[in-house]
C-alpha cells in the first residue's frame, strides 16, 4: 500500500530563519511527487512536480528535492505570508496519495 | 481566471437528509477527482472521472456515496441519509489529463459539509 508521511507536524520559524519539511514515501512505481501549499478555508495550490531522483525545482523562497524515498522543501528566509500548511503527495499506479501536511508558522 | 468551481461553499443539513455537491472543472480537463478532508486527515480520495467514466471509485465509504459527471464537465457528488460521521470538506479536482500523466491537479476551494 502507497504511504506518505510527513514531518514535522508543526514548525514556528522566526522570519528569516530557514528550514526544510520532510516528506517520505513508499509507492509503487511513482510517477511523480506533488509539492501543494493550503491556506486556511482554501483548496491547496499547486507549487511543484518532480519526477525522478536528483531533480529540483524553485520557485522563490521555496526549493523542492527529490530522493528515491523521500523529498524536501527548504524554505529560505521565510516571510509571515508563508505561514501555510505544506502538502506532499504521490502518484503511482493508483491516483494521488497526500500526505497529512505540515503546518507551517512564521512569526514576524 | 476559470479555476475549478464548488459550490456550495458550505452546507448545514439535518442527520438523514441528502445532499448534493457540485463541482465545475477548469475548461478542457478532461480528468476530474473528488476528495475528503477531515479535521487533522489528509485528503481522502473517493473517485476519479475520466471523461464521464470513473475508472476508479474504490475510495467511496459507502453507498450512500454516488457521483456522477455529466458531457464531460461539471460533476455531482450525492451523500444520501447523511451521518454525522460525513461532516467534512469536500474537495473537487481537475487536470488536463488523467492518473499515470504526471499531470498536476487543481483544487477548488471545497464545501464545508456540517451534519446536524
Known amino acids: 500500500e502507497d504511504q506518505v508521511t510527513q514531518s514535522p507536524e508543526a514548525l514556528r520559524l522566526q522570519e528569516g530563519e530557514s528550514s526544510s519539511l520532510n516528506c517520505s514515501y513508499t509507492v509503487s512505481g511513482l510517477r511523480g511527487l506533488f509539492w501543494y501549499r493550503q491556506d486556511p478555508g482554501k483548496g491547496p495550490e499547486f507549487l511543484f512536480t518532480l519526477y525522478s531522483a536528483g531533480e529540483e525545482k524553485e520557485k522563490e523562497r521555496l526549493k523542492a528535492t527529490l530522493t528515491k524515498k523521500e523529498s524536501f522543501l527548504h524554505i529560505t528566509a521565510p516571510k509571515p505570508e508563508d505561514s501555510a500548511t505544506y502538502l506532499c503527495?504521490?502518484?503511482?499506479?493508483?491516483?494521488?496519495?497526500f500526505g497529512k501536511g505540515t503546518r507551517l508558522s512564521v512569526i514576524a | 481566471g476559470a479555476g475549478v468551481s464548488q459550490s456550495p461553499s458550505n452546507k448545514v443539513t439535518e442527520k438523514g437528509k441528502d445532499v448534493e455537491l457540485r463541482c465545475d472543472p477548469i475548461?478542457?480537463?478532461?480528468?476530474l477527482y473528488w476528495y475528503r478532508q477531515s479535521l487533522g486527515q489528509g485528503l481522502e480520495f473517493l473517485i476519479y472521472f475520466q471523461g464521464n467514466s470513473a475508472p476508479d471509485k474504490s475510495g467511496l465509504p459507502s453507498d450512500r456515496f454516488s457521483a456522477e459527471r455529466t458531457g464531460g464537465s461539471v460533476s455531482t457528488l450525492t451523500i444520501q441519509r447523511t451521518q454525522q460521521e460525513d461532516s467534512a470538506v469536500y474537495l473537487c479536482a481537475s487536470s488536463l489529463a488523467g492518473t499515470g500523466n504526471n499531470q498536476p491537479q487543481h483544487f477548488g476551494d471545497g464545501t464545508r459539509l456540517s451534519i446536524l
Open positions: 475548461s478542457g480537463h478532461t480528468a
Open positions: 503527495a504521490t502518484e503511482g499506479n493508483t491516483p494521488l496519495v
